[in-house]
């Protein structure tokens, strides 16, 4: 699961083993990202702040403990215990859980029903956007759809003129224009995980197993050993010719030097 926060042009990723995050800037090199990681495992979602990264760990009994991690210098605390069973977090202003068709106030625990139908929720700049009966809503706004244009979604994410559904077909994008949303783009992708930002240089991140994307190139991948990294990096060396891959390779090789410290 992954999220990006604007204001401080961060991108931070969770999985089963642990939590990363790395600083991008507007326009990426992506040879020159920096990742740090965090050795705290089992969180399921993440939301970033202006100064650190909300994360949910699901403690069985139907219910969710809320921890926050400080980028600053790394700690690990708990923040909330025995909330909802969230599916995921999003920061807006403040802290929401998603489980369904409802948002809730983590903090108050107040729950707001988005729609009956809704069947994925994204938040930005206090607006709501969902999607419910293939259709695409804008804080309860009909914007976009006729009944199948947007069928089985997985994810939604929004920025302040582009909505991004991710779907079994991959990723497609709705631009805003005069209050009325069409279709622009397909990213051709499979992933179940997106982060978008704003403008005026918006970026597409998402995943596909371990590894975080942007435009078709790995910005980091979060392999779990050493072991992982050597077999990628032999895999360079002995088994392409093709010159392409070098900075691929350069990106391998420092994450080969951070792993080893």
Not at 25 to 52: C, H, K, P, R
Request: glycine share 6%; with cysteine.
């Amino acid at each position: 699961v992954i999220d990006f926060d604007l204001d401080i042009d961060t991108l931070a990723y969770v999985n089963a083993s642990g939590i990363y995050f790395c600083s991008v800037a507007s326009s990426v090199d992506l040879s020159t990202v920096e990742v740090t990681s965090v050795a705290q495992s089992g969180f399921s979602s993440v939301a970033i702040s202006g100064n650190g990264l909300y994360l949910k760990k699901d403690m069985g009994d139907k219910h969710d403990d809320v921890y926050f991690c400080s980028i600053s210098n790394l700690s690990v605390k708990e923040y909330l215990t025995y909330c909802k069973n969230f599916d995921s977090l999003i920061f807006d202003g403040k802290l929401w859980g998603v489980e369904g068709n409802v948002l809730y106030d983590v903090v108050k625990n107040e729950k707001f029903v988005v729609s009956p139908y809704a069947n994925a929720v994204s938040v930005h700049s206090g607006n709501v956007y969902y999607l419910a009966d293939g259709c695409l809503y804008k804080t309860g706004v009909f914007t976009l759809g006729s009944g199948n244009d947007l069928s089985f979604p997985i994810v939604i994410d929004s920025n302040a003129n582009n909505s991004y559904v991710v779907d079994k077909n991959g990723i497609s994008v709705f631009a805003n224009k005069n209050g009325k949303f069409t279709k622009t783009s397909t990213i051709n992708v499979k992933t179940n995980h997106i982060a978008v930002t704003s403008l005026p240089y918006v970026n597409v991140y998402y995943t596909v197993d371990s590894d975080v994307y942007l435009s078709n190139q790995v910005l980091f991948s979060a392999e779990n050993t050493i072991t992982d990294i050597a077999i990628d990096a032999a895999d360079v060396v002995l088994m392409s010719t093709d010159l392409s891959k070098l900075p691929y390779a350069v990106r391998l090789s420092k994450r080969t030097a951070r792993t080893v410290k």
